[in-house]
C-alpha cells in the first residue's frame, strides 16, 4: 500500500479536504489520502464563485474510479473562486492534490473557524484510529 503525503502548511477535516490560509481566503482541496482512496478522479461538481458555504455541510463532489464522494466545506463563507483547470482537467486532483489540484477559495465568515480543523499530526491520529476500526 502506498503511503499517503500529508501536508503540514494545512488544516485537515474528518472528511479528508485540506484547508490553506491564502491572504483573505481558504484555499480547499482533497487531500493525498482521500484522493489515493477514490482512485482517478474523472469529474467534480464545485459551486459557482458568490455562492455561499457552511462549514462542515456538502459544497459538490467527486467523482473517481471507484466512488462518488460529497465535498464539504471546511469552512463557512462565500465562495470567491473555482479552480476551473480542476474542473477542466479532475486528474490535477490526483496529481498534485496540495498544488495545482486545489478546488476552490471561500472568503471565510469568521477566519477562526480554521482553528478548529486538525493540524497534520492530529490528521495522521486520526486516520491510524480509523485504521484500527
Known amino acids: 500500500m502506498r503511503v499517503p503525503f500529508f501536508s503540514a502548511d494545512v488544516r485537515y477535516t474528518k472528511t479528508n479536504e485540506w484547508a490553506r490560509r491564502r491572504g483573505d481566503c481558504v484555499r ?3 487531500d493525498d489520502y482521500s484522493q489515493s ?5 474523472v ?3 464545485l459551486p459557482e464563485a458568490g455562492a455561499r458555504v457552511r462549514a462542515g455541510m ?3 463532489s467527486i ?8 465535498l464539504n466545506a471546511p469552512v463557512s463563507g462565500r465562495v470567491a473562486a473555482v479552480n476551473r483547470a480542476v474542473v477542466e482537467t479532475p ?10 489540484g486545489w478546488l476552490i477559495e471561500i472568503e471565510p465568515l469568521d477566519p477562526a ?3 478548529a480543523l486538525m493540524d497534520v499530526e492530529a490528521y495522521k491520529t486520526w486516520l491510524q484510529g480509523l485504521a484500527r476500526q
Not at 467523482?63 to 460529497?70: L, N, P, Q, R, Y
Not at 486528474?91 to 495545482?100: I, K, T, W
Open 113 to 115: 473557524e480554521m482553528d
Open 28 to 30: 480547499v482541496g482533497v
Open 63 to 70: 467523482e473517481a474510479t471507484k466512488a462518488v464522494s460529497d
Open 58 to 60: 456538502a459544497l459538490g
Open 91 to 100: 486528474g490535477l486532483v490526483n496529481s498534485d492534490p496540495f498544488g495545482e
Open 37 to 41: 482512496a477514490l482512485g482517478d478522479v
Open 43 to 45: 469529474a467534480l461538481s
